[in-house]
């Protein structure tokens, strides 16, 4: 068995292993989604906003550069990734990490038979975090619970952050994907005036900003999409939420029993279907709906049995169409995680114009929302604080 010496450590419930990944409200490492409290995602939040605005200035810009330019970060990502890799290379040089990467293990000492975790361990030798993204689940987090026995032995240790996790936990993107929505759902105009919340109250009454008493819409590959399972993981933590799967009816695509059984504990109301066109309480989903979170079919997954099946169905019904658009409330966010599949079109180009398509925005966030998991990492919250105070202290963004 993989990392047999974490196997019991591994085998727990993800409440059980989170208290480990932080120390009295620092996260230590970030290995999955529900390490995302919603005291965490505010004050995360709160700093990409600060960092977003600092950055716009030249003078501001480069005393951020200076906060971090002690500290080096090593990228280690062994599957491909073009979204997460730059952001999080463009994150470290806002604030003025520098930054390495191992991108194929052939080039490392893998191919000399050095396990995994000693190569985890020699990078923690030459640098000051871990950023990793691989094909096996459970790497990061048996990565993490070597630099916390390290810790405690007081020896060195470094931060690991899970960049993606075989099609486990995904949950700097489920950082980034709620930063959108924090940002979406306050319904500010550009200017930042209410006005633009008080014109929708009057058309929608029951709406609230924030992300409690919302309908959200999870479409495509449910059961292997990893941003899904962090973000809506994180997301059942507000109060009065729905959550509808849409899917294709392949078992490995379908929401898992995990999943649904922790959405059911914290009182979420689930509801799947095989169709973006399905009914609930006898309107449209989509009508319904507060976000609509769309994913690609992660091929990459797929079992023999699964392409033969995937390749005669018809995708079509998991597809954003501009009439199916057209059913969304006019203010419902439209996420992807992104790359989109540009055969499937789950999300066609069409669509990119509409103004609640976020997720050219959300790449960029993700930048802005890696930076802010830095700066609170390494706790420089204070540093950036007297950045601010000499920039004339702070504007509202
Ligand atoms: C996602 C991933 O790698 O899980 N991509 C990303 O990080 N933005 C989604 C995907 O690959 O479909």
Not at 212 to 226: E, L, N, S
């Amino acid at each position: 068995m993989e990392f047999a010496q974490y196997h019991d450590r591994l085998q727990r419930t993800a409440a059980e292993k989170n208290s480990e990944f932080a120390d009295n409200g620092q996260l230590l490492h970030l290995i999955n989604g529900g390490q995302l409290t919603p005291n965490s995602i505010d004050l995360l939040c709160d700093l990409a906003d600060r960092i977003r605005l600092l950055s716009r200035e030249k003078a501001t810009a480069a005393a951020l550069q200076t906060l971090l330019s002690h500290r080096r970060a090593m990228l280690y990502f062994t599957q491909p990734s073009t979204r997460t890799f730059l952001s999080f290379m463009a994150a470290c040089q806002i604030l003025g990490l520098t930054c390495n990467e191992v991108r194929d293990p052939k080039t490392s000492s893998e191919v000399k038979r050095e396990s995994r975790m000693d190569a985890i361990r020699m990078f923690s030798s030459y640098f000051d975090v871990i950023i990793m993204r691989s094909p096996l689940s459970s790497f990061a987090e048996a990565c993490s619970y070597l630099m916390n026995d390290l810790r405690r032995e007081e020896r060195r240790w470094v931060p690991i952050i899970n960049a993606g996790s075989g099609s486990d936990e995904h949950p700097t993107q489920a950082l980034l994907d709620i930063y959108t929505l924090k940002r979406s759902f306050r319904f500010q105009d550009r200017e930042g005036s209410g006005q633009r919340f008080a014109d929708l109250k009057t058309r929608h009454p029951d709406l609230t900003k924030g992300f409690a008493h919302k309908t959200y819409t999870f479409c495509g590959d449910i059961g292997r999409g990893r941003t899904v399972r962090s973000l809506a993981t994180a997301l059942s933590q507000y109060e009065n939420t729905t959550m509808h799967f849409v899917a294709p009816d392949v078992a490995a695509l379908r929401l898992d029993s995990q999943l649904r059984d922790q959405l059911a504990k914290r009182n979420v109301s689930v509801f799947e279907h095989e169709t973006l066109d399905s009914d609930f309480q006898g309107r449209s989903v989509l009508s319904q709906t507060d976000c609509l979170y769309m994913t690609r079919i992660q091929r990459e997954h797929n079992s023999a049995d699964d392409e033969n099946r995937l390749e005669e169905m018809d995708l079509s019904p998991f597809q954003l169409t501009p009439e199916r658009a057209s059913k969304l409330k006019e203010y419902t966010p439209i996420l992807h995680p992104f790359p989109r599949d540009s055969q499937v079109q789950e999300i066609p180009e069409a669509i990119d114009l509409d103004p609640r398509a976020m997720y050219f925005r959300q790449a960029r966030n993700g930048m802005w929302a890696r930076a802010a998991l830095l700066a609170h990492i390494f706790g420089v919250a204070e540093e950036l604080e007297e950045i601010e105070t000499h920039s004339h202290g702070r504007k509202t963004i």
